[in-house]
């Protein structure tokens, strides 16, 4: 069975400040690795997504993830998070043959000014 | 293309009357699924339907509730009769190629049951 676990509940980092926020799965093969972020009010919103090729991939608003089989591990960063950045991230893991996603239990950012 | 489209987006009834949430998925995708998020229990999974069938509705909490996929443009959540714990936000999210692209949600529905 797959699942996926975020370590971390909330983090809070400064204006400016480079972010990485964690994120651990467990699957028998490589999955398909999301990461989403849901601003206060609004649904899930796809940052970006793996499956294969160069393991750091780039998505929306300046985030980039990087993929590491051997920790298991799909970490979420940006260089210099903006208040905007606020909002609560999940990551999430596809099996090849699934068409449900399991996803982790969220983290809530907050961004000091 | 709209993206997923939820409506009503805010719904106040009361208890015991019965609550009808409606979605329409991305026109050519394949599966549809339901969530319910709360800050309780975070984001659940009540149920997915794959090509208009219901595949897994494990999810869904008991027999009040209930839902449907009668086309690939439309689908619809009740829950009958409604009560308090059931406030929450529920979202519809589809994919297609097994989800292997990412889901699209939709705003949500605000249930407020009192």
């Known amino acids: 069975a797959q699942s996926v676990t975020q370590p971390d509940i909330h983090i809070t980092v400064s204006e400016g400040a480079s972010l990485e926020l964690r994120c651990n799965y467990s699957?028998?093969?490589?999955?398909?690795l999301f990461w989403y972020v849901q601003s206060p009010g609004q649904g899930l919103q796809l940052l970006l997504k793996?499956?294969?090729?160069?393991?750091l991939v780039q998505g929306i608003k300046g985030f980039e993830a990087e993929f590491k089989r051997s920790q298991s591990s799909f970490n979420l960063r940006k260089p210099s998070v903006h208040w905007s950045d606020a909002a609560e991230y999940f990551c999430?893991?596809?099996?090849?043959?699934?068409?449900?996603?399991?996803f982790g239990d969220g983290t809530t950012l907050t961004v000091k000014p | 293309d709209a993206g997923v489209i939820q409506s009503p987006r805010h719904e106040v009834t009361e208890m015991g009357q019965e609550v009808t949430l409606r979605c329409k998925p991305i026109?050519?995708?394949?599966?549809l699924f339901w969530y319910r998020q709360t800050m309780m229990r975070g984001l659940e999974l009540l149920i997915y339907?794959?090509?208009?069938?219901?595949?897994?509705d494990s999810g869904m909490p008991e027999d009040r509730f209930s839902a449907k996929m009668p086309n690939a443009s439309f689908s619809t959540l009740k829950i009958q009769p409604s009560e308090p714990r059931d406030s929450a936000v529920y979202f519809c999210?589809?994919?297609?190629?097994?989800?292997?692209?990412?889901?699209?949600f939709g705003s949500g529905t605000r249930l407020t049951v009192v």
């Open positions: 999210a589809s994919t297609s190629d097994r989800g292997h692209y990412g889901y699209t």
């Open positions: 699957y028998g093969a490589t999955p398909y």
């Open positions: 793996y499956f294969s090729g160069d393991t």
């Open positions: 999430a893991v596809v099996g090849t043959n699934a068409g449900k996603s399991t």
């Open positions: 026109s050519g995708h394949d599966y």
């Open positions: 339907f794959n090509n208009n069938v219901p595949i897994d």
